[in-house]
């Protein structure tokens, strides 16, 4: 597949995002999913000669993309690692903090990569292809209830009970290789080349949720969400802003979670007085979402939701 400048990855809410970060000229600024760049090139515009920005990506078909910019330091690394990161770079805190979550444009465009029904690939779906468990082997190797607490769990499927049994069965015949075998093997019934044959709009969105709740199992998505929201937490100086772009409503409530509460469970905590007691205050209380143009230019942005947090002092 032939991947050009434009079509790598379309960055979502980029003005509203950076703007969000509310960008000092001389500050310290980190975009923990760089993906084709899109987010960090605003930001290093909006930075002067003593700013600096590091972008995290742990998928090496990025590399290719990074600017040749003084001011910009590339981490090939998963977002989790942030805190340990910042702390090898002599960073004690930052000033605002950009995560657009997800999957990128490139990701669902590859054929090759196995994150979309749309294809018929390798049943891969990892973003660090240098990690050693891939879809197929969670597919082949899980036992039927552990995938159904995943189809549950991170694709809220009301089918995944059902879905996981239809699975063993046909894994039993032959071990499920390709995205067109696996969903054949959860539908229960064959296909031809790849999913077009799902011409039912509930079919295609079962589908979709099937597919996310495996990619988030093989990548670990929601426990390095909760690390990264935790160190971000602590990195950020008073002042500084954390902004997070989401997709789906697990990891759109533990963002919510964090900015009202600190903490992924939302609990609030009171102080003496019984006022609320929280890290962060709200900077749009009501979450942006694109508008009809961009959601008209950028299907991936449909589902988008933007939430923007500032640091108070302890």
């Known amino acids: 597949m032939t991947i050009t400048a434009d079509s790598y990855h379309v960055p979502v809410l980029l003005r509203e995002s950076v703007d969000g ?5 001389d500050g310290i600024y980190v975009d923990v999913t760089f993906g084709g760049g899109g987010h960090s ?3 290093l515009s909006r930075l002067g000669a003593d700013g600096r920005l590091f972008g995290f990506d742990q998928d090496e078909d990025v590399l290719g993309r990074v600017p040749r910019d003084s001011r910009f330091t590339f981490v090939r690394s998963n977002f989790r690692y942030l805190h340990n990161w910042m702390r090898y770079y002599g960073v004690e805190q930052i000033d605002g903090l950009l995560a657009d979550l997800g999957v990128s444009s490139h990701h669902f465009d590859d054929e090759s990569r196995g994150f979309s029904f749309r294809f018929d690939a390798p049943l ?3 973003m660090n292809r240098r990690a050693p468990v891939t879809a197929a082997d969670i597919v082949n190797g899980y036992d039927e209830q552990q995938l159904a607490d995943v189809f549950w769990l991170y694709g809220e499927l009301r089918q995944s009970r059902r879905m996981a049994a239809r699975i063993v069965k ?7 290789e390709t995205t067109r075998d696996f969903i054949a093997a959860a539908t229960g019934r064959e296909l ?3 999913g077009d044959e799902l011409t039912e709009s509930h079919e295609k969105k079962d589908m979709a949720r099937l597919f996310q709740a495996l990619r988030i199992e093989v990548n670990h998505e929601m426990s390095a969400l909760q690390e990264m929201l935790a160190a971000a937490t602590n990195l950020l100086r008073p002042g500084g802003r954390l ?8 990891e759109d409530r533990m963002v919510k979670n964090v900015m009202k509460s600190g903490n992924i469970e939302g609990r609030v905590k009171q102080d003496f007085f019984g006022r609320a007691e929280s890290p962060f205050t709200l900077v749009n209380n009501k979450v942006t979402t694109p508008s009809p143009e961009e959601q008209a230019a950028n299907p991936r942005s449909r589902s988008a939701k933007l939430r923007v947090a500032e640091r108070v002092a302890e």
């Open 21 to 25: 970060l509310s960008v000092r000229p």
């Open 41 to 43: 090139t605003e930001i």
């Open 124 to 126: 891969d779906m990892r």
């Open 170 to 176: 046909a894994r039993a015949k032959h071990r499920i």
């Open 192 to 194: 031809g080349g790849n």
């Open 243 to 250: 902004v997070v772009i989401t997709y789906h409503s697990l």
